[in-house]
């Protein structure tokens, strides 16, 4: 098909659309270094329910005084939520997380509306 | 190389490695309809200069108090930002945009530390 010959480098079937989600939370400011020092290990099960529940590209920032802002991509954050919901290592990790918020963080994220976007 | 069977999946040449940037800046509240609305609209030739400077997947997230949060992927931020400096499009623009941080909001990006991170 010579009419695609300039498209050689693109992919023949385009990908699904996808969410770019963001939210920020906060982060007790004193539990803080706990919090950063307990996301060096994250339970290899709770990596692997996220991966299997759709969320992709998954990062967690955190500022000095406890802003912590999360990033991710997925297909369809409300089913990526709900398949979380669904896991026992999320009700685990997340009565383990409460205690550095004051509340239970999956439950409290709300994403900020994305205002612009450059591939 | 029957020890990279497994691998067959996976890209022969590594990609280089990336860089993921979070920062946040504070919009005036009262300026952050105005805001979003610019960004809906942002110049070509200032889409064009953030690509060729290296801005990947690049997002602004805006809250609606005025919390700003930009997400970004690049393989050398130090090397991106100098980059968009020595554009005229950039002067033009973050001179635009400064009314509505009240400082100029493209020197004042400082990166938040990432904690956690899943593929």
Redesign the interface.
């Known amino acids: 098909m010579p009419g695609r010959a300039v498209d050689a480098a693109r992919p023949a079937q385009p990908s699904p659309p996808v969410q770019?989600i963001?939210f920020?939370l906060q982060v007790l400011p004193e539990r803080a270094d706990e919090?950063?020092a307990r996301?060096?290990d994250?339970w290899p099960e709770m990596?692997d329910a996220?991966?299997h529940a759709g969320?992709?590209?998954?990062?967690?920032?955190?500022?000095p005084d406890g802003?912590l802002?999360g990033?991710l991509e997925t297909e369809d954050f409300e089913a990526a939520q709900a398949a979380m919901q669904r896991t026992a290592v999320n009700e685990r990790w997340q009565t383990e997380m409460e205690p550095f918020f004051g509340t239970r963080p999956d439950t409290a994220l709300e994403p900020?509306?994305?205002?612009?976007?450059?591939?």
Not at 55 to 63: A, D, G, K, Q, V
Not at 112 to 119: A, N, Q, R, S
């Open positions: 770019r963001c920020q919090y950063r996301h060096r994250v990596r996220l991966r969320w992709r590209n998954y990062s967690l920032f955190l500022s802003l802002i990033y900020i509306e994305e205002i612009f976007h450059l591939d």
